[in-house]
């Protein structure tokens, strides 16, 4: 099955990098999503990796992953006040056609 | 440009008046999901609908029903709202399973208020 998890908060200096966790579950081959929400709105695809990657960089934004842990990462370099918001983790697995969706992690760039 | 398209932005309903929320797409996709996302939660998926088949998630209301007339439009129809059903409405869009890179495209969402 899936099950995907976040640690909940993360403070931030503006220009320091930040970095958000997530582990999952499911050991098909899979997808694996960082979607960003700002208050109010809906939630805003970041990037993606598939499983059979260990790393994707794209602009300030480096995703890692680690297979044999079940762990993903998500790395925002010179974190801008812009930044600030929920990030939700997800997982796309075979042909499921649902996202199954971590809690979220709450930042807060700090200016 | 929206791509998805999800009116109104707010939306006030009283306690058990049946309430609409419609969602558009520009994209073509096949695939077209409902979330509600209460307050510092994950959405949860409540129903998807792949081309004209309707998928219900297990644990979805009765009081939520769906439609998609064609393509483009997809509609929740909450039928007899009541105060915990008071959230934000996601709706998404993806290619379907056939692609398995097609992330899900979202709306800015509906909020729902009961009075």
């Known amino acids: 099955g899936e099950d995907v998890e976040q640690s909940l908060f993360l403070s931030v200096r503006e220009g320091d990098s930040s970095v958000i966790n997530c582990t999952y579950t499911?050991?098909?081959?899979?997808?694996l999503y960082w979607y960003k929400q700002e208050p109010g709105a809906g939630l805003q695809l970041l990037t993606y990796?598939?499983?059979?990657?260990d790393m994707k960089q794209d602009q300030r934004l480096t995703v890692l992953l680690n297979k044999k842990d079940k762990h993903l990462s998500l790395r925002i370099a010179d974190t801008q006040t812009g930044d600030s918001a929920i990030y939700f983790c997800?997982?796309?697995?075979?042909?499921?056609?649902?996202?199954?969706f971590g809690k979220g992690n709450q930042v807060v760039v700090i200016p | 440009d929206a791509m998805v398209i999800q009116n109104p932005r707010y939306q006030v309903t009283q306690f058990g008046k049946p309430v609409t929320l419609s969602c558009s797409q520009t994209?073509?996709?096949?695939?077209m999901y409902w979330y509600q996302q209460k307050s510092s939660q994950a959405p949860k998926l409540l129903f998807h609908?792949?081309?004209?088949?309707?998928?219900n998630e297990a644990d979805t209301p009765d009081n939520f029903q769906s439609r998609r007339p064609n393509t483009s439009f997809c509609f929740l129809d909450i039928r007899s709202p009541g105060l915990g059903d008071a959230a934000m409405y996601l709706c998404?869009?993806?290619?379907?399973?056939?692609?398995?890179?097609?992330?899900?495209?979202f709306g800015n969402g509906t909020r729902l208020t009961v009075t």
């Open positions: 499911d050991s098909s081959s899979t997808y």
């Open positions: 609908y792949y081309d004209k088949d309707f998928n």
């Open positions: 994209l073509n996709h096949n695939v």
């Open positions: 990796i598939f499983s059979n990657m």
């Open positions: 997800a997982e796309r697995s075979g042909g499921n056609n649902r996202l199954a």
């Open positions: 998404a869009t993806s290619r379907g399973a056939g692609d398995r890179r097609s992330p899900l495209h």
